[in-house]
């Protein structure tokens, strides 16, 4: 699979091998902007009237894939550079014909809220990935999409490769059959291209990025419970936008200071949004010590400084409700679950089976590897607390999650942990291994 991997089509892949920590993990450190939220900042800024500055930008892969779709649109985009952008916004019917297809590598995000934006542009569009990408479910946006007049072209299955052909959009009311952030706002993109109302009804709770960023950039919008509605056709105004740490990567370190023993570490200006805590919420349920310091408020975003100890975890039931508040971080907490006294039971995660990798799967199959005993289900797995394991290979299956997972993973392992197809991990966390070296572990990256 060489050249379709990710958005830099020439890197070798890596593998890494990491030791158990000898000491303590200790200090302060600063994980890379928020993933979703550079995104959408990129789509906002694009789609405004007006010069938007960005500071705390997500330079990964995935993020850069959104970039570089927005400047084969005609747009100008200054930077990256020391995580700032500067985008000159074209307004929301200023976007150029690429002229050719947009790749967006291994991005779901991208993908997803892209097609939202392109279905109401009067050209066509092409959208296609990497092997991971062009295998993820499209269906769940091609057919609300449909509903709405929009006429999008998936393979049989209702895979990528998607053809979007531009169309006139009209508002629908849509009920929400999963809870995806991903498929709720890929329609207030398109809403914002029809006529009259976008009416979306949840399913559950998720990250609302796309709400609090419309806001930022003057478009009106009404939220009430579950319900969000908006009207098409408004102007986007541009704004300054100011990203935090991403929850999803402090998520690595929040684990590996519970799990090694009289670890203390200081994440600074993390993002807390509510509809992004499941992993602290349950952390903390499994006896985590973690505490958020120095609240503040970026750009209509929470953000804190997390402090967190070394504690004795203990297996729980993950409530269910906290599942699509976690859904990004539920490998790492799976890792956490390993290292803690007794079972931990993970249930209603149906969503991690089409996510860059089957998640359920390819984290059973490591935990095996290494001698932690597990159940799979259809919608979740139970772990079986070990607080001993062996080392071993590790496969991936270049899913970044995985590969930081088991990284983690290797700090309690009685021998080392090599984990393959390890490139991805740039899609969302460039320096992980240099913040762990940094922090004393060590992590070794093998190009083959
Ligand atoms: C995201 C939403 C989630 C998450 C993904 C980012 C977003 O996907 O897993 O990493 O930025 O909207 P789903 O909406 O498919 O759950």
């Keep these: 699979m060489k050249n379709k991997h990710n958005i830099n089509k020439n890197l070798n892949n890596v593998k890494y091998i990491v030791t158990r920590a000898s000491k303590p993990i200790k200090g302060n450190i600063i994980v890379p902007g928020d993933k979703s939220i550079s995104h959408r900042a990129i789509m906002f800024g694009s789609l405004s009237n007006g010069v938007t500055n960005i500071k705390g930008f997500l330079e990964g892969y995935d993020s850069l894939a959104t970039l570089q779709a927005f400047r084969e649109m005609g747009v100008s985009i200054y930077g990256p550079k020391n995580n700032k952008l500067c985008i000159s916004g074209v307004g929301i019917y200023g976007l150029k014909n690429p002229n050719k297809q947009l790749y967006l590598g291994n991005s779901g995000t991208s993908m997803r809220l892209l097609t939202g934006l392109l279905a109401g542009q009067k050209f066509d569009t092409t959208l296609t990935g990497d092997k991971s990408l062009n295998n993820?479910?499209?269906?769940?946006i091609a057919n609300p999409l449909k509903l709405m007049g929009a006429k999008i072209k998936t393979d049989k299955k209702g895979l990528p490769p998607l053809q979007i052909i531009g169309k006139r959009l009209k508002g629908i009311k849509y009920i929400m059959p999963i809870a995806s952030a991903q498929v709720k706002s890929c329609l207030l993109?398109?809403?914002i291209y029809a006529k009259g109302e976008t009416k979306i009804i949840e399913k559950g709770l998720t990250r609302d990025h796309t709400e609090r960023m419309l806001k930022n950039f003057g478009y009106k919008l009404r939220k009430k419970d579950k319900t969000i509605?908006?009207?098409?056709?408004?102007?986007?105004?541009?704004?300054?936008?100011k990203i935090p740490s991403d929850?999803?990567?402090?998520?690595?370190?929040?684990?590996?200071?519970?799990?090694?023993?009289?670890s203390e570490l200081l994440l600074e200006k993390v993002g807390i949004n509510p509809t992004r805590i499941g992993v602290i919420n349950i952390l903390r349920r499994m006896g985590a010590d973690i505490k958020l310091?120095?609240?503040?408020?970026?750009s209509n975003e929470p953000v804190a400084?997390?402090?967190?100890k070394f504690a004795n975890l203990k297996g729980i039931d993950i409530p269910i409700d906290q599942v699509p508040l976690a859904i990004d971080e539920l490998p790492i907490l799976l890792v956490a679950a390993a290292n803690a006294e007794g079972i931990t039971r993970l249930r209603g995660a149906e969503e991690l089976r089409v996510k860059?990798?089957?998640r359920i799967s390819v984290m059973a199959r490591g935990f095996k590897t290494i001698g932690v005993q597990n159940k799979v289900y259809e919608d979740g797995i139970d772990i079986i607390g070990a607080k001993k394991y062996k080392g071993g290979y590790i496969k991936s299956y270049g899913d970044h999650r995985v590969s930081m997972s088991f990284a983690i993973a290797a700090l309690r392992s009685t021998d080392d942990i090599i984990i393959d197809d390890c490139i991805n991990v740039s899609t969302s966390f460039p320096n992980f291994k240099t913040l762990l070296n940094n922090l004393g572990i060590k992590i070794k990256e093998v190009k083959y």
């Design 189 to 191: 993109l398109s809403g």
């Design 293 to 298: 310091l120095n609240k503040k408020n970026w």
């Design 305 to 308: 400084d997390i402090k967190i």
């Design 247 to 262: 929850i999803s990567s402090a998520a690595f370190f929040l684990v590996a200071a519970s799990i090694v023993p009289k």
């Design 229 to 241: 509605t908006l009207v098409g056709g408004s102007n986007l105004q541009a704004s300054k936008i």
């Design 356 to 358: 860059e990798s089957d």
């Design 136 to 140: 993820r479910p499209m269906k769940r």
